[in-house]
């Protein structure tokens, strides 16, 4: 069970965003206007990312295989630390980047900083050095929400030992959603949510999600994402939202949440 170093939830509006994939590489206009009406209706948000293809490339140049297993990233040895590098070295300090020259005031945190993300690890014999939470460090969290900063998460764990531990970005936002509250959690994708029909959802139960992943309305990619937002609910948080770079798309809740 993943636990906060702080249970107490205030009652301030809170959204955790999680990009990932070529959104990571420049942040349209779109967002930013999206962005700063968040804040401007009262919310404080936190951002999470991953950098799945940049962690590609940079083992691809070191001649490491990269192997995924059930949507989770084998990382051995050597390529925790080309995995730490890619995300705390390049990808979150670029984010951050991103954000500041958008007249955002960001800070970056990996997992280490103020034990942000404490973890052991998932199956070492399986995964390698890939982590499972065990607490999120709330209280750091707020206190940058209170200082009106953005906190940009890369998705780095460590255990008591000082080891460096490769997550599931789509993991740590859930962890981090529910740790501090958050009202929702948005899946940030190429696609402006889940498409039916060529239509696009405005909501979406589990249920619904299961039929349509069974009778091929949602297929290749959407997959995974689907089935991580639906595993975000399963963790606690209240409603995930699949969406493009406006932070528009489809809601998913369960049907009690939705009606």
Request: aromatic fraction near 6%.
């Given at each position: 069970?993943?636990t906060?170093k702080?249970?107490h939830?205030?009652?301030?509006k809170?959204v955790?965003?999680?990009?990932?994939?070529s959104?990571?590489e420049?942040?349209?206009?779109?967002f930013?206007?999206?962005?700063n009406?968040?804040?401007n209706?009262g919310?404080?948000?936190v951002?999470?990312?991953?950098?799945?293809?940049f962690?590609?490339?940079?083992?691809?140049e070191?001649g490491i295989e990269?192997?995924?297993d059930?949507?989770?990233?084998?990382t051995c040895?050597?390529?925790?630390?080309?995995?730490?590098?890619?995300?705390i070295?390049?990808?979150?300090t670029?984010?951050?980047?991103?954000?500041n020259?958008?007249?955002?005031e960001?800070?970056?945190?990996n997992g280490?900083d103020?034990?942000?993300l404490e973890?052991?690890?998932?199956?070492?014999?399986r995964?390698g050095?890939?982590?499972?939470?065990?607490?999120v460090?709330q209280?750091?969290?707020?206190?940058?929400l209170?200082a009106?900063?953005?906190?940009?998460?890369?998705?780095?764990?460590?255990?008591?030992d000082?080891?460096?531990?490769?997550?599931?970005?789509d993991?740590?936002a859930?962890?981090?959603?529910f740790a501090?509250?958050?009202?929702?959690?948005?899946l940030?994708?190429?696609?402006?949510?889940?498409?039916?029909e060529?239509?696009?959802?405005?909501?979406?139960?589990?249920?619904q999600?299961?039929k349509?992943?069974?009778?091929?309305?949602?297929?290749?990619?959407?997959?995974?994402?689907?089935n991580?937002?639906?595993?975000?609910?399963?963790?606690?948080v209240?409603?995930?939202?699949?969406?493009?770079?406006?932070?528009?798309g489809?809601?998913i809740?369960?049907?009690?949440?939705l009606?």
């Amino acid at each position: 069970m993943i636990t906060s170093k702080s249970m107490h939830h205030t009652e301030r509006k809170r959204v955790v965003i999680k990009l990932g994939g070529s959104t990571l590489e420049r942040l349209s206009e779109g967002f930013f206007t999206r962005f700063n009406e968040l804040r401007n209706e009262g919310y404080e948000v936190v951002i999470v990312h991953g950098g799945g293809p940049f962690i590609n490339e940079a083992l691809k140049e070191t001649g490491i295989e990269s192997k995924i297993d059930h949507g989770i990233r084998v990382t051995c040895e050597k390529s925790i630390e080309i995995v730490k590098q890619v995300l705390i070295g390049n990808v979150n300090t670029s984010l951050v980047h991103q954000l500041n020259r958008n007249a955002v005031e960001a800070i970056g945190l990996n997992g280490f900083d103020g034990k942000l993300l404490e973890c052991s690890m998932l199956d070492e014999k399986r995964y390698g050095f890939v982590g499972n939470i065990h607490a999120v460090n709330q209280t750091m969290i707020e206190k940058l929400l209170v200082a009106e900063m953005v906190p940009v998460i890369s998705c780095i764990g460590s255990t008591n030992d000082g080891f460096a531990l490769n997550i599931n970005a789509d993991t740590v936002a859930s962890a981090i959603a529910f740790a501090i509250g958050a009202e929702s959690l948005l899946l940030v994708t190429d696609t402006p949510g889940i498409k039916i029909e060529n239509q696009i959802k405005q909501s979406a139960t589990p249920g619904q999600i299961a039929k349509w992943i069974e009778n091929g309305d949602i297929y290749g990619g959407m997959i995974p994402k689907v089935n991580a937002a639906v595993a975000c609910l399963d963790a606690g948080v209240a409603t995930v939202q699949v969406v493009d770079q406006y932070l528009t798309g489809t809601m998913i809740a369960f049907e009690e949440v939705l009606n």
